[in-house]
């Protein structure tokens, strides 16, 4: 029930591209979804949060998407560059409750 | 604000010895968490304080962790005896109340242990 589930554990992208990673949740009391950004070597860094009362929010090339009814969000990088290059956790967490992380998804942009 | 500190940085201790890690957390902000991070199991809670107080410790693999916070900026986590397989990333995070999705933990660099 406090699963998060991530996709894919790894992804190659060419610089200028779109990188996509999706997450699906079981537990619908969830009502924060933030992404965190970590580099390496580095503590996870807060990137965009979306409440589920819209279906999307857009921070520069960062966009996340959200399907309430499917219970699935995804996060969308527009313009991919090579610093862009990290691991990636989708998150959920129910008000000031403990926040559920996903697997993480590791980035690479390539020139 | 010099953000979430954590000592050491990297910790190599042999197989039974007792390992105590640091978090000095940001200053003001009252609640404090530890995490472990692994390739296998990714991040994983493992128990966090509201106010210096523990709240949640069910994601404390076992008897041999155990975390204090005896005041509102320290904190630590030990492992005695520790075993190989206690070897991952340990992350202290702190953070306001989660009200709002913008509200965040900010986590510490964390601390490399490798128990051989």
């Known amino acids: 029930q406090q699963q998060v589930k991530q996709s894919p554990q790894s992804l190659i992208v060419q610089k200028g591209g779109i990188s996509i990673i999706n997450c699906a949740y079981e537990?619908?009391?969830?009502?924060?979804f933030p992404w965190y950004q970590q580099f390496p070597g580095k503590g996870p860094a807060l990137l965009i949060a979306?409440?589920?009362?819209?279906s999307e929010k857009k921070e520069g090339r960062f966009t996340i998407s959200f399907n309430k009814s499917a219970k699935q969000f995804s996060l969308h990088i527009m313009d991919s560059q090579p610093g862009d290059s990290a691991t990636y956790f989708c998150a959920a967490h129910r008000g000031y409750q403990k926040v559920t992380f996903g697997t993480g998804t590791k980035l690479q942009v390539i020139p | 604000d010099a953000g979430v500190i954590q000592s050491p940085r990297h910790e190599v201790t042999e197989m039974g010895q007792e390992v105590t890690l640091r978090c000095k957390p940001i200053?003001?902000?009252?609640?404090l968490f530890w995490y472990r991070q692994t390739m296998m199991r990714g991040l994983e809670l493992l128990i966090y304080?509201?106010?210096?107080?523990?709240?949640?410790d069910s994601g404390m693999p076992e008897d041999r962790f155990s975390a204090k916070m005896p005041n509102a900026s320290f904190s630590t986590l030990k492992i005695q005896p520790s075993e190989p397989r206690d070897s991952a990333v340990y992350f202290c995070a702190s953070s306001f109340l989660l009200a709002e999705p913008t509200d965040t933990q900010y986590f510490g660099p964390g601390t490399r242990l490798t128990v051989l």
């Open positions: 979306i409440r589920p009362d819209v």
């Open positions: 537990n619908t009391a969830f009502d924060y």
């Open positions: 304080f509201n106010n210096n107080v523990p709240i949640d």
């Open positions: 200053s003001g902000h009252d609640y």
